[in-house]
């Protein structure tokens, strides 16, 4: 089953930031976040990953709280290529379990 | 990231036949490769895990007779839909892992839409 509540959809504005939240409130202290994407009638797409520390890469950036108990996913600049149901997974094992995941509607 | 294909894109099939799926891992090796079945507007469902040289496991509730897993090699997995019926229509993707124990990134194909009528 998966461990993670993500708020169902969201908007926002083409050029502006979009924060996307994750709650993984029961994660072990071994098990690391990921986030990917899915636009539709396509495969999930690997966005970025990791265990305590803030990370970034080309894509988007993960900040992940202290505790570990929740995660955002930063898109810095928003596109309308960026509308997309977006997944947060934490990893137990070397399963992934999906959860509903965030619609993100990028709006001109 | 690694690439992953399928083939075929899309299939349609009549009621009571088999239909083969195809993941190739093209860019690197894998021992392991996962199944994942999407109806609409449905999250993903990790069906079996299969792995190279043994054999897949499965997720409960899904039927090892009816959706045969065979990772014959390294790069190359496949799915098999034995006796499809219309409510084995999906969205059927796979995935390849890469990285160590707890940091197994999984790259996905563009997976394969089966109709069965």
């Known amino acids: 089953d998966a461990k993670t509540t993500q708020p169902p959809s969201m908007d926002c504005a083409e050029g502006r930031a979009a924060n996307l939240p994750c709650n993984h409130s029961t994660i072990s202290g071994n098990e690391y976040v990921y986030w990917y994407r899915q636009i539709h009638s396509q495969g999930p797409q690997y966005i970025i990953h990791?265990?305590?520390n803030n990370e970034t890469n080309e894509m988007a950036s993960l900040i992940i709280t202290e505790d570990r108990k929740s995660s955002t996913l930063i898109l810095p600049h928003a596109t309308l290529r960026d509308t997309a149901v977006y997944y947060c997974?934490?990893?137990?094992?070397?399963?992934?379990?999906f959860g509903t995941g965030t619609s993100l509607t990028v709006i001109p | 990231g690694a690439v992953v294909s399928q083939h075929p894109s899309r299939v349609i099939c009549k009621s009571g036949t088999s239909v083969k799926i195809e993941c190739r891992s093209l860019?690197?090796?894998?021992?392991?490769m996962f199944w994942y079945r999407q109806f609409p507007k449905q999250s993903l469902m990790l069906m079996a895990t299969s792995n190279e040289g043994s054999k897949a496991t499965y997720e409960q509730g899904v039927e090892k007779d009816k959706f045969l897993i065979n990772h014959a090699s390294l790069t190359l997995s496949t799915l098999t839909v034995t006796s499809a019926h219309p409510e084995d229509s999906s969205f059927y993707i796979c995935?390849?892992?890469?990285?160590?124990?707890?940091?197994?990134?999984?790259?996905f194909g563009p997976g394969t839409r089966l109709l069965v009528l």
């Open positions: 990791g265990l305590k």
């Open positions: 860019d690197f090796q894998a021992t392991t």
């Open positions: 995935s390849s892992a890469s990285g160590g124990p707890y940091q197994e990134t999984q790259y």
């Open positions: 997974i934490v990893n137990a094992g070397n399963q992934f379990y």
